[in-house]
């Protein structure tokens, strides 16, 4: 009993409950690890500068090659809805032919019994004319044409809102991952600080006769095996931020530090969720208006059953210059010259084109009850992806509550172990266990919080709730 005393009166004596990383001048073996944090960079390494989850989305709605591909996508099919493209308009063209003709002449007749002969008899034509025709009826296919248009333009905006959407939400789950692996760097950081502190205190109790010398080689492994397990999740972080950049449309190789941290909403409603996917969903709304496309198609082709009526119209000028006519028996040139309008209508009425028609209008129809089997299939898929992204928002939230009380509690006992071990009332193994508790429950809580911040993503994304516009 009295040993017992002494020892814990030399080892509080020599360290203070206060101290965190207590100097031992008489010891400095080679092989042992120092006070300073083992992750400290050297100090010609300049900061890497701070990103906002603001700015990563920012940058990344600007610079993502999706989104942008989609908008160029945007760009055509809006510059494609025009009434012209429909076939609303009249087309007029500007004609101009020039041609010149040689050519050996021979003319003989019955009053004439030699004939006329003459080599390299030149002729030469000119035309011009500026010709238009406008279809004014052709059973109102024009006008389905243009709003088939119209509704292929929403489609794909609706598609860019959707890939809009997806992105950010890609990028905000990967900023987000930077933040968690970041944040396990800084647990196996204070593990290592709790596993040098036991290195100094069984060094101590080592040097004082009291503790065997099995015992610093086994923290010193344990010490090793942390900072194993620091370099892997270094190598993690750095996964993130490319991975992240890449998402940015950055340089793969750009340091950053995040300056956000994960804070999980608890307010969302599971009713309002559903209802807003229902109303917002940009896949959703993409599948309902291809129906109408559908049911476009399948108006157009009954269009082209009906007659097709046009006007024609123009303005020409014609010359002629022919060398090769013979006036008795000299070779004459004649001339001639026209100058004028036309017009006139253009009917067409389709009789038989072997059913293709009927054949048109039967995949039509086919198209139309697919595109209606799209959109249930794309609700059932959204309805699924909600349930299941609701579930695990409402478990992680649980689970976080848990595992905030938790964290506390393995503090507060890494805390007590750590003292009692240096009053000698502790096994290392004791001390140990405590420790890698408490990294356990520092690396879940992180875990947890992500998972539970990833539900709530995929429950905005849904719902349409990260982008208010396309």
Same mark, same amino acid.
């Given at each position: ?51 906002? +989850? ?272 013979? $006036? ?23 009789? $038989?084109?072997? $059913? ?43 689970? +976080? ?48 919080? $992500? ?20």
């Amino acid at each position: 009993m009295l040993r017992s005393l002494l020892v814990a009166l030399l080892v509080v004596a020599a360290f203070p409950v206060r101290a965190q990383q207590p100097a031992l001048p008489a010891r400095q073996p080679a092989a042992q690890p120092q006070a300073k944090p083992q992750t400290e960079k050297p100090e010609t390494v300049a900061p890497a500068p701070r990103l906002t +989850l603001a700015e990563a989305l920012r940058i990344g709605l600007e610079n993502n090659y999706d989104i942008q591909l989609s908008r160029q996508d945007a760009r055509i099919v809006e510059n494609n809805v025009t009434r012209g493209n429909a076939g609303q308009l009249p087309v007029v063209n500007g004609n101009l032919t020039r041609s010149f003709t040689l050519n050996n002449v021979r003319q003989e007749s019955a009053s004439r019994p030699n004939p006329s002969t003459a080599s390299g008899a030149q002729s030469n034509r000119l035309n011009a004319n500026v010709a238009a025709t406008w279809t004014i009826f052709d059973g109102f296919g024009m006008f389905v044409a243009y709003d088939r248009l119209r509704a292929v333009a929403q489609s794909q905006q609706q598609l860019t809102r959707a890939t809009a959407e997806e992105t950010v939400a890609s990028i905000t789950e990967a900023y987000f991952t930077v933040v968690r692996e970041a944040g396990k760097i800084q647990s196996f950081e204070e593990a290592l600080r709790i596993g040098q502190q036991r290195i100094d205190l069984t060094q101590a109790r080592a040097d004082v006769g009291v503790g065997a010398k099995v015992e610093v080689l086994t923290a010193r492994v344990d010490y090793n095996a942390d900072r194993s397990a620091l370099i892997q999740q270094q190598e993690a972080l750095k996964t993130a931020k490319v991975n992240l950049n890449n998402l940015l449309g950055r340089a793969p190789a750009l340091d950053f530090l995040p300056a956000d941290s994960i804070v999980v909403s608890r307010e969302l409603s599971r009713e309002t969720v559903l209802a807003a996917i229902r109303e917002n969903n940009p896949r959703l709304q993409q599948a309902k208006i291809n129906t109408q496309v559908a049911a476009y198609d399948r108006k157009l082709v009954r269009a082209s059953r009906f007659p097709q009526v046009g006007l024609t119209g123009g303005y020409g000028f014609n010359r002629n210059v022919n060398g090769e006519a013979f $006036f008795g028996t000299e070779l004459t040139t004649n001339t001639g010259r026209q100058l004028g309008f036309n017009y006139g209508v253009v009917a067409s009425v389709p009789i $038989f084109d072997g $059913f293709n028609r009927n054949r048109l209008a039967q995949n039509a129809r086919i198209a139309e009850d697919q595109s209606r089997l799209q959109v249930a299939q794309t609700q059932l898929q959204l309805d699924a992806e909600a349930e299941q992204a609701w579930a695990q928002y409402q478990n992680r939230l649980q689970l +976080l509550q848990l595992e905030e009380e938790n964290i506390q509690l393995a503090r507060q006992n890494v805390a007590i172990a750590l003292e009692r071990y240096r009053l000698g009332l502790l096994t290392p193994l004791a001390l140990r266990e405590a420790q890698r508790s408490q990294l356990d429950a520092e690396n879940r809580l992180l875990d947890i919080r $992500f998972q539970a911040k990833q539900a709530e993503i995929t429950l905005r994304r849904l719902s349409s709730g990260l982008v208010q516009e396309p």
